[in-house]
């Protein structure tokens, strides 16, 4: 099956400063990545897609990066907030379908 | 997402019944999957369908069945419910496109099989 890992499972962060939560990827063949919050209780919800012809995307605070020659998906928070304290967790797909990490734990120091 | 409605929330069962999850959306997606969750480990598909028509089997669909009753509603049967079939369960959706197209997910149904 596939291989969708993070490389840290837990990160703390000051408020305010810039949060880093990175994903790597086995599938060469995949083209297209999403990141996900899941916050306690709720279901996981969208941040920022990004396709395989991208190196780059950035929404409202939020940067994905993709390096498709080591397979590495990093998501970049400005300004993290408290309501930035969540589970973050990628997904790749290949085409057919998703392929998630087991996700990354954001805690927000106030 | 209110646009996609799990019930029931929680569900406590013992070994051998049957139940069901059921999932409603109104986000007018031909697309529906059920997805389960384990600590420590990542999403898991079970079964989609991307149409009223159309049944999929995903990586774990032993154990389970699926229903789609109608364009709106997806559900989803363990017959004879085990323990390690205690986890949280996601029922999604997404547009119909050429591929794979973002999901959408619902406030999820945290089943326990005693």
């Known amino acids: 099956g596939e291989s969708v890992g993070l490389h840290l499972p837990t990160l703390s962060v000051q408020e305010g400063d810039n949060s880093i939560i990175n994903c790597a990827y086995s599938?060469?063949?995949?083209?297209?990545f999403i990141w996900y919050k899941q916050e306690s209780g709720k279901g996981p919800q969208f941040i920022i897609d990004i396709r395989s012809n991208m190196d780059k995307r950035q929404g409202q605070r939020v940067t994905v990066l993709l390096n498709k020659t080591v397979k590495h998906l990093s998501l970049q928070i400005a300004a993290t907030q408290p309501g930035d304290s969540a589970v973050y967790f990628c997904a790749e797909s290949p085409g057919n379908q998703f392929y998630f990490g087991t996700g990354t734990s954001l805690t927000v120091i106030p | 997402d209110a646009d996609v409605t799990q019930t029931p929330r929680n569900r406590i069962t013992k070994t051998g019944k049957r139940i069901m999850l059921e999932c409603s959306q109104t986000?007018?997606?031909?697309?529906m999957y059920w997805y389960r969750q384990d600590p420590g480990l990542g999403l898991r598909l079970i079964y989609y369908s991307f149409d009223v028509k159309d049944i999929n089997k995903g990586e774990i669909s032993d154990g389970y069945s699926v229903s789609r009753q109608a364009q709106a509603k997806f559900s989803l049967s363990l017959e004879s419910a085990i323990p390690n079939q205690t986890a949280l369960y996601f029922c999604a959706t997404s547009e119909a496109g050429t591929g794979v197209e973002k999901l959408f997910f619902g406030s999820g149904t945290q089943l326990s099989v005693l």
């Open positions: 599938n060469s063949a995949s083209d297209y």
């Open positions: 986000k007018g997606h031909d697309r």
